[in-house]
Every structure is written in structure tokens, then in C-alpha cells.
């Protein structure tokens, strides 16, 4: 199929303008003179390509100005006089920069990307910051590249775009804006009479999920202890004296048992395993090697493993596989509600001791030591032996006497655990005033509070429908509790937070299982990062769905917006503005 003149492309983009963003069409530029693009070649040193001639004569630029139409991230359609300043100014900046591995013109093999920016290249957009830094160049150099359009940005090498040609571009750019569908990865709209661009994001509607494949699988069962071999067997030959060679090497000693474990007062090993988080269904004795092993497995999904048990008057928990716990403020004081926890974990070079008694850090909050990387076996032998340290010191100051390899083959209580959720921070956008170029400032501003809260559900509503985080019968009970202005119950625990937490866990599996995934798509992939995505988006929509109830609708609007799948929420946003 034959490609459209630049001209033609230049009408149905005005035409669209006109009618749907007359802001941004007025501030298009009449065309430029054939005497100003002449002009500009002899500055120059080079022959426009003729694309790049009829698009100036069609339209010199744009006026660099609030509503100004824009080519998606490439930013605005540059004016003659801005190619010659921008293409002056980065051969001024090539020519600073040595190409080392550079081949000459003449070479059959040149390539004239090898290059920071080449003589015959013109800048002809000024990019997302509308300046030089980055944007769209066309090749003007008489080569197979001749009129080819490349993007170019400061912080990376350029490259070639899909586009065969400027006119290529301008016809996609027509049938973006007539169409209705994604230019350079996004959507135009207009609103209030402005050419705007937006991402449209899609998700697959039933993702695999990572808990119900875990759930097929079954918790690996220790091995029976293989038979032990006798160091040496000798031949059986006839009577007489042996001599037998025999190589020792001192074995290396294996490292310590130094687990990240949290002692709690007062507290029951099945009470600590609750608030910790753990899955009533995982709940069973286990060894350290068989809690590990069962961790490693792909029956865990990626969940902690912890084992609990009783030192004194303490009860203590330590984790054996899956993400850190007893760092996280969240865990800390759920385990220390009504007593007092004390937390030693190791992380590398760190090692910490963390004291806090019914939700509030002790006196002397958090202890930490960094130690130096050294060679041999261990890592770190500076944590090591700080680790050492502060359990003895503990000991002295609590009274919890704890050595984790007199454990270490007993069967505690285990279980996997289904993380707690991270606190909702009610300062995080305080200070968003612009989200996606909409003034979000302006609106929490003039809007009554009852008003706003009412927008703001709708729009979490829509949010929730286009993730589908709400065909969970605990989610479409809290939205519609959110329509009427009733509370919503989301206390630990609750089937909402259990819900929310089930999801997490769902977004944390299939982001480690599609972590080690080649970069192209294996059909053998249980899940795949359009699974991951899913997952996540669902996430991202229980965290708005949290912000609103718990920090209230001027918090979490930010939130919400920005997640908002469709690219025309603007228009809902009016709608639900007006109702």
C-alpha cells in the first residue's frame, strides 16, 4: 500500500486538530519560505531531504507554549531555525567526542551510527524537555539511509526508529489521531481543546497463578540417610602384609547457624506463628533442613519459611527461607503488640538488634554494625562474629539464652507465612500537585472534601474494573460499602486484608518466577510476565483501594489516577466531576 504525501498527512493532522484540539492547532506555524529552508542548507552544509521540505513548507514548527501539539515522547515539530541551532550545537558536542572505532566514509562497512552525531544528521523535534537533549533526527546523508528518521537522546547511542521516512511518520501520526489508537507506544486524546498523549495499558484477564500451581505440588519429604561407605575397602587377596596410602585434608569447617530470628514475651509459639502470618495449612513440625528444603521447593512459592520455638520466657521464631520478616516495622509491631520483641537478623555486612515493646522501638531503637568484605570461606567474618556478640549480649540484657544449632535438628512448629502488608505511608503524595499532565492540585483545591471523596471512588470503581481486582467478593463488597460512604473493615486478618495479602503473595511469586526468564517466550513458561503484570496491576489497585480507606481521598488520588488502564479517565474524571 502506497504511502501518503507529507502533505496529505499534514491535512488530516490539521483537519483533526481543528476540530478536536483547536488549542494546539492554533499554535501550529504557518509554513516556512523556500528562501528560509535554503538558507538553512547553506548554514548547514546540507541538502534537506525533500520529506523534511515539505513538511516545513506545510508547517514551520510549532510555538513552544502550553497546549502545543507534540509527536508522543519525540516533544515538538522543530522550526527551521531551531534544526540549524540544535544540529550546530550537537556537532559542536560530537566533535568533543572521539570516535575511536569510527570507519571512514568511504569504507563499504561504515556505519554512520558509530558515531556521538553525525554532519549530515538534522535534529527536527526537540524531545520531551523541548530542547536539544534528545528527539528525532533525520538522515540527510546519501547513503541506504538517505531521509531515514533516528531518535536520538543524550544519555544513550542513537538509533534508527521503525520508520522508513519522515513520511511514514506523519501518515502513522494521522492514523493515530483519526484512529484513535497508540503512536510510539501512546494514545492521543483530546482534552479541553489540547492535543494530550497518554499510555493505555492491558492486562490478561485470568493470569496464571503462582499459589495454585504451588498448591499441585507437594512439600518435598526428607530423604532416608543413605548408607555410610567405609573409608576404604581393601582387596580381598591372599594372607599377607598391606600397605595402604591414605591423603588427608582437614575439612573446612561449615559456617555458623546464624539465622534471622525474633524472640517475643509472653507469647505462645502457635500465638507468635499467627502474627506472624502463617498459613494454617503449612502449620507442622520441621526440622531446620527439612523447613529449608521445603522453602526451596516449588510447594512454598516463594513464601517464608520460619520454624518457632521457646527459649525461657521467650518465644522465638527464625526464618529459613524466602523474603526478609523481622526487619519490617509492620511485622515488628504486630509481634510486639501487649509485649516486647527483640529481632537479630544478618544481612551481609549488617547485622542488627532491633528492641520494641508494644509497637514502639525501646530506648535505644535499632543496633547495627557493618563489617568489611574479607576473603576465605566467610564473607564476612566481621558479622560473623558481631552476630556471636549480640546474642550473647541478649542473654545478659533480657535473659533469652538461644544458640541456633541446639535446634537445629529438633522438629519446631513451621509453617509458610503469608507476609503482613506494608503500612499505608498517608504522607507519600502529599506533595503531588501534577499527575499525567493533569493539575491534580487545582482539583483537590476546589473540590468540597464530601465531593472529592465521591469522585475519587468512582474513579477507584473504574480502577478496580479495569484490573479486575474486583471480581473478589471481598473487594466488590468494600467498593460498593465505598459508594455509600460506609467503613470499610480492613483490620489484620480480616477477609479483605487476607485477600489483599493472597494477592501480594500471587504478584511476589510470578515476579520471581519470570525473573530468570529469557528474554524471548518459551510456551514451557508456567508463567509468563504478562501473568506478572496482571498480578502487579491487581496489587498496585488494593494499594489505592487502602490509601482511600485509611489516609482518605485527597491522599490517595495521586494513586489512583496514575493507575487508571485507560487513556481517556480524563473524560470520566469530567463525567463523575459534573454527576
Given amino acids: 500500500m502506497s504511502v501518503p504525501a507529507v502533505e496529505d498527512s499534514w ?32 548554514t548547514l552544509g546540507v541538502r534537506f531531504h525533500p520529506d523534511l521540505v515539505a513538511s516545513l513548507s506545510c508547517h514551520d514548527g510549532v510555538e513552544l507554549q502550553p497546549g502545543t501539539p507534540v509527536l508522543a515522547h519525540y516533544g515538538p515539530p522543530s522550526r527551521v531555525a531551531d534544526i540549524v541551532k540544535s544540529t550546530k550545537f550537537l556537532r559542536g ?8 572505532d569510527a570507519l571512514d566514509e568511504d569504507d563499504e562497512d561504515y556505519d554512520e551510527l558509530a558515531t556521538y552525531w553525525h554532519h549530515d544528521w538534522l535534529l527536527i523535534t526537540l524531545g520531551v524537555g523541548w530542547q536539544s537533549s534528545d ?39 494521522a492514523d493515530a489521531l483519526e484512529r484513535g489508537r497508540p ?26 497463578s503462582p499459589l495454585a500451581l504451588a498448591a499441585g505440588s507437594a512439600e518435598p519429604e526428607p530423604e532416608p540417610p543413605a548408607p555410610a561407605e567405609p573409608l576404604f575397602a581393601p582387596e580381598r587377596r591372599s594372607s599377607g602384609a598391606y600397605l595402604v596410602m591414605v591423603r588427608h585434608r582437614t575439612p573446612t569447617p561449615p559456617p555458623p547457624t546464624q539465622p534471622d530470628v525474633v524472640f517475643a514475651e509472653h507469647l505462645t509459639p502457635a500465638e507468635l506463628l499467627r502474627r506472624l502470618g502463617a498459613i494454617p495449612d503449612t502449620v507442622r513440625p520441621r526440622t531446620r533442613a527439612r523447613a529449608q528444603a521445603a522453602a526451596n521447593s516449588p510447594w512454598a512459592a516463594y513464601r517464608p519459611m520460619v520454624r518457632a520455638g521457646s527459649a525461657g520466657g521467650w518465644t522465638y521464631a527464625t526464618q529459613e527461607g524466602g523474603a526478609a520478616q523481622f526487619t519490617r516495622p509492620e511485622v515488628l509491631r504486630r509481634v510486639s503488640a501487649d509485649t516486647r520483641a527483640v529481632a537479630l537478623t544478618r544481612r551481609g ?25 574479607e576473603g576465605g570461606s566467610d564473607s564476612w567474618p566481621g558479622s560473623t562474629a558481631t552476630y556471636a556478640r549480640f546474642l550473647a549480649e541478649l542473654e545478659g540484657e533480657f535473659g533469652i539464652m538461644y544458640r541456633p544449632d541446639d535446634d537445629t535438628d529438633a522438629e519446631l512448629t513451621s509453617a509458610l507465612l503469608l ?34 471523596r465521591t469522585v475519587m471512588g468512582a474513579q477507584l470503581r473504574r480502577l478496580a474494573a479495569e484490573t479486575r481486582f474486583d471480581v473478589y467478593d471481598e473487594v466488590s463488597d468494600a467498593l460498593a ?51 506478572f503484570s496482571a498480578w502487579a496491576l491487581r496489587v498496585q489497585a488494593a494499594r489505592a483501594l487502602r490509601e482511600f480507606v485509611d489516609a482518605g481521598a485527597p491522599a490517595a488520588a495521586a494513586t489512583i489516577l496514575s493507575l487508571r488502564m485507560s487513556a481517556h479517565w480524563r473524560t470520566e474524571l469530567a463525567a463523575d466531576l459534573e454527576g
Fill in 481 to 531: 460499602r465505598t459508594a455509600r460512604g460506609e467503613t470499610v473493615d480492613l483490620a489484620p486478618d480480616s477477609p479483605l486484608d487476607l485477600r489483599i495479602r493472597t494477592l501480594t503473595a500471587e504478584a511476589s511469586a510470578a515476579r520471581q518466577m519470570v525473573s530468570g526468564q529469557r528474554a524471548w517466550h518459551d510456551d514451557n513458561d508456567p508463567v509468563t510476565q504478562s501473568d
Fill in 349 to 373: 555486612p549488617e547485622v542488627q538488634v532491633t528492641v520494641i515493646e508494644d509497637g514502639v522501638p525501646g530506648p535505644e531503637g535499632v543496633r547495627h554494625v557493618l563489617s568489611p568484605r
Fill in 183 to 208: 503512536f510510539n507506544g501512546r494514545t492521543p486524546l483530546a482534552y479541553e481543546g489540547v492535543l494530550l498523549w497518554d499510555h493505555e495499558t492491558t492486562a490478561v484477564p485470568d493470569p496464571v
Fill in 11 to 42: 491535512v488530516r493532522i490539521d483537519t483533526w486538530l481543528l476540530r478536536h484540539a483547536p488549542v494546539s492547532h492554533a499554535l501550529l506555524r504557518p509554513p516556512a519560505s523556500p528562501s528560509e529552508i535554503r538558507a538553512a542548507e547553506r
Fill in 135 to 173: 528527539g528525532l533526527f533525520l538522515s540527510c546523508y546519501p547513503s541506504h539511509n538517505w531521509g531515514r528518521l533516528g531518535r536520538y537522546f543524550d544519555e544513550d547511542t542513537p538509533s534508527f526508529t521503525g520508520w522508513a521516512s519522515l513520511r511514514h511518520a506523519l501518515a502513522d501520526l
Fill in 93 to 100: 558536542v560530537g566533535a568533543s567526542v572521539p570516535d575511536d
Fill in 419 to 452: 507476609p503482613v502488608l506494608e503500612d499505608v505511608d498517608r504522607d507519600a503524595n502529599r506533595y503531588v500537585a501534577n499527575v499525567r499532565d493533569f493539575d491534580l492540585a487545582a482539583l483537590i483545591e476546589r473540590t468540597p472534601p464530601d465531593r472529592l
